[in-house]
């Protein structure tokens, strides 16, 4: 591969064990804060009334809106700008998982311009003003979207589920504390990890792939590969959360300098129709199929990640697939089914369509293009 790549990750990062207490003494990028979050987890377990408090040492006012879905949706991002602008808040922090952090960076852009939030996504109208600075707190190990310049935002209306962004998305500050993560139950800390897992591992294979993503890539899939089942296992491991967070801000950093594939299209496709589906339990069904397909065309490539996952001296490309195959029955999410989730297999096509519409650019960076006969034959492979 030829020496060349762009870097361009102008967040600020403070990550490890107890960094939450640390952002009151951190420089904020603003006076009064939307607090974006989901509503449940994040409240009851005190992390928003922590914010608050931190908030108010610094003299920063704040207003929580924790209505934010696990497949945020754009209704949510304009009710949020609305807040935003009737409040007078000049900076959002994102609190939860990606969905949270999703949001907020999508109601940047919409409070800070005039326009709904699928205006601007669909194309109809341009931003005209730079987004509302983001802060990320992260308590989740699954999107990496607290280190690279993505959203994702669903709309439920037209069954469309579209990523978007661009350089002036990276939050301004991000706080990676793994002890917010310690309670995420086992089945999530699976979905999460392994979303961050096809972070790197599509980064990898995608033909944007370069020298700075690689290394990142790599190494979040080694990480994940030895510490996931455990995190999953035992979620008051702390060296296995810390390790999996670590994986995860990695993977953003993936995303942020490669790009992640069609596999993520063909997940957008399928929790487009289905909300109540879980994004990484949506990529967990579907990832064998798929890179069974692709492990051939890229042989030097997969046995890269296949070394990455324990099988150290091998030159088989398949050997990448045995070991998904063995970290998805470790983690305990074998038994994941498109049918337990309403899909059927006459929908196959309809996804398939779905997917090539709105995940152009996914299918682009791959180094094997996909027919929609490749993509329907995928998702026939993977349906139970
Ligand atoms: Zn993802």
Known sequence: MALKFNYYIPTKIVFGKGSLDKLAKLKLPGKKALIVTGGTSTTKLGYVDRVVNLLKEKEIESVVYNKILPN???????????????????????????????????????????????????????????????????????????ADQYFVITNEELNQKIGWGGEKFFPTLSIVDPD?????????????????????????????????????????????????????????????????????????????????????????????????????????????AYHKHFAPHIADRYVDMARALGYRDTTDPMDFVKALEQLIVDCDVADLKMSDFGIQKSDIEELADNALATGGLMFKVDRVQLTKEDVMKIYEESYK
């Open 180 to 288: 917010l993560m310690m309670t995420v139950p086992p089945k999530y800390t699976a979905y999460q990890g392994f979303d961050a897992l096809y972070h790197s591992i599509e980064g990898y294979i995608a033909r944007v792939a370069n020298p700075m993503s690689d290394m990142y890539a790599l190494k979040a899939i080694e990480l994940i590969g030895k510490y996931l089942p455990t995190a999953v296992k035992n979620g008051a491991d702390e060296e296995a959360r810390a390790a999996v967070a670590m994986a995860n801000t990695l993977s953003g950093m993936v995303e942020a300098t490669s790009s992640t594939t069609s596999e993520h299209a063909m997940e957008h496709s399928l929790s487009a129709f289905h909300p109540e589906l879980t994004h990484g339990a949506g990529l967990i069904m579907i990832s064998c």
């Open 72 to 146: 945020p949706n754009n209704v949510q991002v304009d009710e949020g700008a609305d807040i935003i602008k009737s409040e007078g808040c000049d900076f959002i922090i994102g609190i939860g998982g990606g969905s949270s952090i999703d949001s907020a960076k999508a109601m940047s852009m919409v409070a800070a311009n005039e326009g709904k939030c699928w205006d601007f996504i669909s194309g109809a109208a341009r931003m005209k003003n730079k987004p509302m600075p983001v802060v990320a707190i992260t308590t989740t190990a699954g999107t990496g979207t607290e």
